[in-house]
């Protein structure tokens, strides 16, 4: 009777075991193919375009290169279509006011 109460233990923690390892196998399989990574645009040249027609265009160029870094994207065009970069748009300074141009 010890033999199989020790037989079956050791089965039991063997398909534990045998689980847990399938179970990590998977997780790690699962997070590399949902990391995707979207391709850093260049902030540089998208907050020129955004800041072309602005009165302060220094304020503007450094506030929108803040919000870029954060984001990775800006809104097309010069003002408005916040639309486009819901992050852009959800930045807000102290007071709660749009951090972003």
Known sequence: MAISKAL?????????????????QM???NAESS???SPKID??????????????PNL???ACGS????????PPGTAGNYEACPCYAALTTHGGRRKCP
Do not use: F, M, W
């Open 43 to 56: 902030c540089g040249d998208a907050c020129n375009a955004r800041c072309q027609s602005s009165s302060r």
């Open 27 to 29: 997780v790690s399989t």
């Open 8 to 24: 079956i233990a050791s089965l039991l923690l063997s398909l534990l075991v045998l689980h847990l390892v399938e179970a990590d």
């Open 35 to 37: 990391y995707n990574p």
């Open 60 to 62: 503007c160029k450094r």
């Open 67 to 74: 919000c870029c870094g954060q984001c990775n994207c800006v």
